[in-house]
């Protein structure tokens, strides 16, 4: 069976400390792993991310995360 390949950008962005601005920590291309025409969520099985989108631009997703001691 084909792929979904329903494509999304993940932008995961961490505020140094010190500081109240939000910079970009890595950027991610998702692909959708499931079978086309599934039920629910896409799904990036690689990278662990889940999202919704209808047809079209492929969304872009944030997540911040807090910056790690000693980075």
Same mark, same amino acid.
């Given at each position: 069976m084909a792929e979904c390949g329903?494509?999304?950008? !993940?932008?995961?962005t961490l505020t140094p400390e010190g500081t109240t601005t939000n910079i970009v920590r890595?950027?991610?291309e998702l692909r959708c792993g !499931?079978?086309?025409g599934h039920d629910g969520p896409h799904r990036d099985a690689e990278h662990?991310?889940?999202w919704t989108a209808g047809p079209g631009r492929p969304p872009m997703l944030l997540r911040h995360e807090d910056e790690e001691p000693g980075s």
């Open positions: 329903s494509r999304a950008h !993940l932008i995961i890595r950027r991610m !499931l079978v086309e662990g991310e889940e």
